[in-house]
């Protein structure tokens, strides 16, 4: 059974930082693609950052340069390091993953960028 943990969302002012984390657990970890999700109130989730098992990372264009998506295998987690968080980045943030044409889903993590 796949399962997708993540954590350390939470309440941090405008250019703060914060560093997400999602544990995977029922997959070989280092053959998959992992990715990050956000979905803000009253809009359709999206795709912020992804990285292959090859390492291959891939960023939509509002993060870029601003955050960093990286995997430990070692541990079947996937981070997602954000700086210069601005207001817009509020949303609640998926770790997502697929298996055999089955997309799996963490229960997600709030992130609050605000004064």
């Known amino acids: 059974q796949v399962q997708l943990v993540e954590s350390g969302g939470g309440l941090v002012q405008p250019g703060g930082s914060l560093r997400l984390s999602c544990a995977a657990s029922g997959i070989i970890f280092r053959l998959y693609r992992m990715g990050w999700y956000r979905q803000a109130p009253g809009k359709q989730r999206e795709l912020v950052a992804a990285i292959t098992g090859g390492l291959s990372t891939t960023y939509a264009d509002s993060v870029k340069g601003r955050f960093t998506i990286s995997r430990d295998n070692a541990k079947n987690t996937v981070y997602l390091q954000m700086n210069s968080l601005k207001p817009e980045d509020t949303a609640v943030y998926y770790c997502?993953?697929?298996?055999?044409?089955?997309?799996?889903w963490g229960k997600g993590t709030l992130v609050t960028v605000s004064s």
């Open positions: 997502n993953t697929g298996v055999r044409d089955t997309n799996y």
